[in-house]
């Protein structure tokens, strides 16, 4: 079997261990259905992370286990999403210690579910770090949950892994994050578009933090390359009547609607422009929060022909993913998908215990000490840890739906972007940037 493996200039510890063990007894052919992924080790760090103070509630690895926090919508509009990430950070969490666990101790999760709600994740964050003292929390999707947690993790020293792509301009100290920067989703994203001939824009996004700060990039973007805005709207997390957008599309008439919906509000949008005669022929749109498990909602015959800009499919053609789809469906069902943020959850329980085992503790300071420069063999091609920023290296793609609610990968960077989350290398950004 084939593994997907972490590269760790340094210092081998339980991860290059099981990756050596594995390749000894494993032919490198196609995966059994049966076999889960692997674990895998991480790189030498470069320089020291800064070094918050430590409170009452930090945590150590005591004993036979390690505590984590597993925190994610598990109910409300957001769940749709949520829940499959969830999965993925748990069949992580199950692979590892069925190898025998991090620094040979074992994963205990405790599971939270910030129930779509943002002053919940706040006050499950919260409990997690200082009532059970988890070593890390993986968790949170919409940049509401997470700008809700932030302030906590910061104050409580605690360590957050975000795996989700957003909107940039942010970096903290406390949290890695897992999924796109802007320069790797959104940027990339309209210039593809635009390349296509696609001039006109239409925007339409959820009400809260990720899709208005995405249109604030997006409209200074289309600016500075000569593009046109013709509409701009929001309507609440969780909205299922999309009859008045729809007649405000038909009237502007874009050449594509770039869509920052969140949740099931997907579902009753693609329905209803599909029921009121629109196909991605006659009104194209590109979403950024719309994947495999969304489609299973929303239903392929809605999506079918529409774009979509992530960093991974379940399509995507590597020997790791081939590995991890099948570990995902013997685990959970043939029926199930993968998509871009289930993998980014998984990749994220990996880079963390590689950077426990690197530093050979759960302290905060260490791990972020340790992560810094990690590579990893991910499902979706090689990705690295910026020590800089703690965002990750990744490689941008864009899919148009198939009738099976898989894409076709009709653009890719072939290889790895650095991240650049305050859009600090493009002129037009200057406006937008933050030191």
């Known amino acids: 079997m084939n593994f997907p493996t972490l590269r760790t200039p340094g210092a081998l510890g339980f991860v290059g261990a099981v990756v050596l063990a594995l390749s000894a007894c494993a032919p490198a052919a196609s995966p059994a259905p049966t076999a889960a992924p692997a674990a895998k080790p991480p790189a030498a760090p470069t320089s020291a992370a800064p070094t918050l103070a430590p409170t009452a509630g930090a945590a150590t690895a005591s004993g036979d286990t390690i505590k984590v926090g597993v925190l994610h919508s598990l109910s409300g509009t957001m769940a749709i999403s949520e829940t499959s990430v969830r999965d993925a950070e748990m069949m992580a969490i199950d692979e590892i210690n069925a190898r025998g666990g991090v620094m040979g101790k074992k994963i205990v999760p405790i599971q939270e579910d910030g129930a779509s709600d943002w002053p919940t994740f706040a006050e499950k964050a919260k409990k997690l770090i200082q009532s059970d003292k988890v070593a890390t929390v993986f968790g949170c999707w919409t940049s509401a949950s997470r700008k809700a947690v932030l302030p906590v993790f910061e104050q409580l020293n605690g360590l957050l892994w975000y795996p989700v792509q957003y909107e940039g301009l942010e970096a903290s100290p406390n949290i890695f994050y897992t999924g796109a920067a802007p320069n790797q989703q959104i940027v990339p994203s309209i210039e593809y578009l635009m390349q296509q001939g696609k001039k006109k824009f239409f925007l339409l996004g959820s009400d809260y933090v990720f899709p208005r700060t995405a249109n604030e990039i997006i409209k200074a973007q289309l600016a500075a390359a000569g593009g046109e805005v013709l509409g701009e709207e929001y309507t609440p997390l969780g909205h299922t009547d999309y009859s ?50 969304e489609i299973r909602g929303i239903g392929p015959e809605n999506m079918l022909g529409h774009l979509t800009a992530w960093n991974y499919f379940e399509t995507t053609d590597t020997p790791e993913n081939k590995t991890f ?18 993998e980014a959850g998984y990749d994220a329980v990996y880079l963390w215990a590689a950077a426990v085992e690197k530093a050979k503790s759960t302290d905060v300071a260490a791990v972020k000490t340790a992560a810094k420069g990690i590579s990893f063999k991910a499902p979706e091609g090689p990705i690295t840890i910026n020590g800089e920023n703690q965002h990750i290296s990744k490689i941008v793609r864009i899919g148009r739906a198939k009738a099976d609610g898989q894409f076709d990968e009709v653009f890719s960077t072939g290889k790895p972007v650095e991240p650049d989350p305050f859009l600090k290398t493009y002129d037009w950004a200057k406006s937008l940037q933050k030191s």
Do not use: C, H, W
């Open 244 to 293: 008045t957008v729809i007649s405000k599309l038909a009237a502007a008439k874009p050449d594509v609607v770039y869509n920052t919906l969140n949740g099931d509000s997907n579902v009753a949008f693609f329905k209803q422009l599909k029921d009121a005669g629109y196909t991605s022929d006659t009104m194209l749109t590109l979403s950024v929060s719309v994947a495999e498990e």
């Open 325 to 342: 789809v099948a570990a995902y469906k013997a685990k959970y069902g043939d029926n199930r998908v993968t998509d871009d943020p289930i």
